[in-house]
């Protein structure tokens, strides 16, 4: 499932918990606030995260050139998240 953009049923989740997860969502609150909107009334949202991407670099330095590199491909095929692949099945039939 994408975290960032994902389709729901109308039940709600108890809890979305992302370990290690937001650094490589490109709208990290936009990805937040629609996660927020998929609980049920009074659900858990949790994450885990190293630091702010200025305070580690380990990570956020790579991760941007991924995102740098990868907009052309993603332009031409689409996003390549699980959720874009259950679309695409569901519309295949």
Known sequence: MDGEDFEL???PFDAV????GL?????????????????RVRGYLGAIVYATP??????????SV????????V?????PFVGGLIRRARSAG
């Open 9 to 11: 049923n109308d039940l």
């Open 17 to 20: 918990i992302s370990r290690v």
């Open 23 to 39: 650094i490589y969502f490109p709208d990290q609150l936009g990805a937040i606030k629609r996660q927020a909107a998929a609980l």
């Open 54 to 63: 200025e305070e580690c670099r380990f990570f956020s330095d790579p991760v």
């Open 66 to 73: 991924i995102r740098r590199r990868a907009t052309d491909c």
């Open 75 to 79: 332009a031409r095929i689409g996003r």
